[in-house]
């Protein structure tokens, strides 16, 4: 099931470091099937706050992601980023084909 690398970057920064980690990750997600999804577009807030830019990565699955992560290329360049934008950074499955929110709530009430 795809999975996601979902990243809110509290500011955003032009500093040279993180100009080479946006340049050297693309090298680092594809021997893990990753792709961008959302890469520093303007978010339209609708709901609460926002502060920063959004970056969402598509993986094939969780272990890909995890993997990917984890991997001696990535943890190389994550300190360019790391030293210069603080942030949150979540990995979350997505739902199956024909995924129904209406059962998940029948699931819901139905528990003791």
């Known amino acids: 099931m ?3 690398a979902v990243a809110h970057l509290h500011s955003t920064s032009d500093h040279e470091d ?4 946006i340049e050297r990750i693309q090298d680092t997600m594809d021997p893990y ?8 577009s303007p978010v339209q807030v609708v709901e609460g706050e926002w502060p920063g830019a959004l970056v969402m990565i598509a993986f094939p699955d969780l272990d890909s992601a995890h993997a990917w992560y984890a991997s001696p290329a ?12 603080a942030g949150d950074v979540v990995f979350a499955e997505g739902v199956p084909t024909g995924y ?3 059962k998940t709530a029948a699931r819901m009430r ?3």
């Open 2 to 4: 795809t999975a996601y």
């Open 18 to 21: 993180v100009l080479d980690y």
């Open 33 to 40: 099937g990753g792709r961008f999804l959302v890469h520093g």
């Open 74 to 85: 990535y943890q190389e360049i994550l300190p360019l980023r790391t030293g210069h934008l």
């Open 100 to 102: 129904d929110a209406r």
């Open 110 to 112: 139905a528990r003791p």
